[in-house]
């Protein structure tokens, strides 16, 4: 057994600023699909309908407003090409790449959530 080393617990005063901030970054990045789509952008430029086929499940009406969200906060660039017809890419910006720890420790996470309940189940 792995001898675990606990932190004193947090101060009133440093507990309530670190909820604001994960209060912040749930209010940025919450919802079924931001992490999804910025996953999806960092592994490279994207048309509107290639991210449909990649994200499955996701309405092309929940996309475009994700999308808009995803860039009015900095987290993706929209390029809009004056072809015809127009073309339109969408791009994970410098910015979402700061998401990189965080996303690593949430699939790690959720890789261990997982196992958890498929042994839970077997009991």
């Known amino acids: 057994m792995a001898t675990e080393i606990l932190e004193p617990p947090l101060s009133k005063v440093e507990c309530a ?3 604001g901030h994960v209060t912040d970054a749930l209010y940025v990045l ?3 699909w931001k992490l999804p789509l910025i996953l999806t952008l960092v592994q490279g430029p994207k048309r509107f309908g290639e991210i449909m086929k990649e994200v499955e499940g996701i309405s092309p009406k929940v996309l475009a407003k994700e999308l808009k969200d995803l860039e009015l906060n900095e987290f993706i660039a929209r390029r809009v090409y004056a072809t015809t017809p127009v073309n339109i890419i969408y791009e994970a910006t410098d910015y979402s790449r700061t998401l990189r720890n965080v996303l690593h420790e949430l ?3 959720g890789e261990q959530h997982r ?8 009991r």
Do not use: Y
């Open 17 to 19: 600023t670190s909820l």
């Open 30 to 32: 919450g919802g079924k």
């Open 107 to 109: 699939s790690n996470w």
């Open 115 to 122: 196992e958890r309940i498929k042994q839970s189940m077997r």
